[in-house]
């Protein structure tokens, strides 16, 4: 592989902490192959490290505390295939260190509170994914982990997710308008009543009308369908698998949604999934299946999150593909 590619392809994976990033971008890298990918966290260009952020008053997630301007003109200069020293936000110590060198790869992930914030930035991007969890499933989880793991308190819980709230509401949501795709992780309506947010429903929106994006469907494209997949190809306990697919509109714009409730029961059974859903992108039968069944530990993957981040990688994917064989063949025709 030559150091600089002939095109780089940006990819923007935004939502909040704790929302499922990281077992996006280890997804990613089973299907681009970690040697073509560089991924940089956004949060490498905060502009208040810890303790100017506690002395203002400033949280992450405030637009004030990053470097929008150092953002874009870095990651600008990535995509036209050039060198930057990128700076580090230290997590350990709270502290800014010193910059590192980062090449261009073939596929560049910015992921993190703001990759779809700033119009600049924005406009780079060939393919964005928002990471969408309901505050019901997001208190639930944020409970159970900080009190099982860290000892914390229930008020305490509560007190750290309002005070993000605010900065949340007004500066990293608004983000998913903009996003191709949204994975969107809400509370089960199998079950009543039900608080541990164990089992889950969990929608892929697909935007319509992008330029080489063709959104997955159920059966039959633009129909609205509701479907029990369970009996004797799909194993399904307690409360069962429901499946949703139909046309909506969101933030204005015209969206395919395709929606799993429910828990899968076998994952090597999925293949009589993939067979029912249309523009997957797989370039062999039950691609997805396997892709699924490399990582059954990963957090989600015995629910639609699993599956939806294995589509969006597909769709990445593709749209990866296509652009670079657009670029190889508009060398071939200047030749």
């Known amino acids: 592989m030559s150091s600089t590619p002939d095109r780089v392809v940006l990819i923007g994976v935004a939502g909040d902490s704790g929302c499922g990033?990281?077992?996006?971008?280890?997804?990613?890298?089973?299907?681009?192959?970690?040697?073509?990918?560089?991924?940089?966290?956004?949060?490498?260009?905060?502009?208040?490290d810890r303790k100017q952020r506690k002395e203002t008053g400033i949280t992450a997630l405030n637009?004030?505390?990053?470097?929008?301007?150092?953002?874009?003109?870095?990651?600008?200069?990535?995509?036209?295939?050039?060198?930057?020293?990128?700076?580090?936000?230290?997590?350990?110590?709270?502290?800014?260190?010193?910059?590192?060198?980062?090449?261009?790869?073939?596929?560049?992930?910015?992921?993190?509170?703001h990759p779809m914030h700033d119009e600049r930035v924005r406009s780079l991007l060939d393919f964005s994914v928002y990471l969408d969890i309901d505050d019901e499933v997001k208190i639930a989880w944020k409970i159970q982990r900080d009190m099982a793991e860290r000892g914390h308190?229930?008020?305490?819980?509560?007190?750290?997710?309002?005070?993000?709230?605010?900065?949340?509401?007004?500066?990293?949501?608004?983000?998913?308008?903009h996003a191709d795709v949204v994975i969107q992780i809400l509370p089960t309506k199998l079950i009543k009543n039900d608080t541990e947010r164990k089992v889950l429903r969990v929608r892929l929106i697909q935007k319509d009308g992008i330029e080489?994006?063709?959104?997955?469907?159920?059966?039959?494209?633009g129909s609205t369908i509701d479907?029990?997949?369970?009996?004797?190809?799909?194993?399904?306990?307690?409360?069962?698998?429901?499946?949703?697919?139909g046309?909506?509109?969101?933030?204005?714009?015209?969206?395919?949604?395709?929606?799993?409730?429910?828990?899968?029961?076998?994952?090597?059974e999925m293949i009589y999934l993939e067979t029912h859903l249309s523009n997957t992108d797989t370039k062999f039968h039950g691609e997805m299946t396997s892709l699924l069944l490399k990582h059954k530990d990963y957090p989600g993957s015995d629910n639609g999150s699993g599956l939806f981040?294995?589509?969006?990688?597909?769709?990445?994917?593709?749209?990866?593909?296509?652009?670079?064989?657009?670029?190889?063949k508009m060398v071939v025709a200047k030749v």
């Open 247 to 268: 046309p909506d509109t969101y933030y204005n714009n015209s969206v395919s949604v395709l929606e799993v409730d429910g828990r899968f029961d076998r994952l090597e």
């Open 227 to 245: 479907w029990i997949p369970c009996g004797r190809k799909l194993t399904c306990s307690y409360p069962g698998i429901r499946m949703f697919y």
């Open 212 to 221: 080489g994006f063709d959104p997955v469907y159920l059966f039959d494209e």
């Open 63 to 113: 637009p004030k505390a990053n470097n929008f301007d150092l953002m874009y003109e870095q990651i600008k200069a990535l995509k036209e295939g050039k060198e930057i020293m990128k700076p580090i936000y230290n997590h350990e110590t709270g502290f800014i260190d010193p910059p590192e060198l980062i090449k261009p790869a073939p596929i560049i992930v910015i992921e993190g509170l």
């Open 21 to 48: 990033k990281s077992t996006f971008l280890r997804r990613l890298a089973d299907l681009f192959g970690e040697e073509s990918m560089t991924v940089i966290c956004l949060d490498d260009y905060h502009s208040l």
């Open 309 to 328: 981040q294995v589509l969006v990688g597909l769709k990445m994917r593709a749209t990866y593909e296509r652009l670079v064989g657009a670029e190889a």
């Open 153 to 177: 308190t229930y008020e305490d819980v509560l007190a750290a997710i309002n005070s993000r709230r605010p900065d949340f509401d007004a500066y990293i949501d608004p983000q998913k308008q």
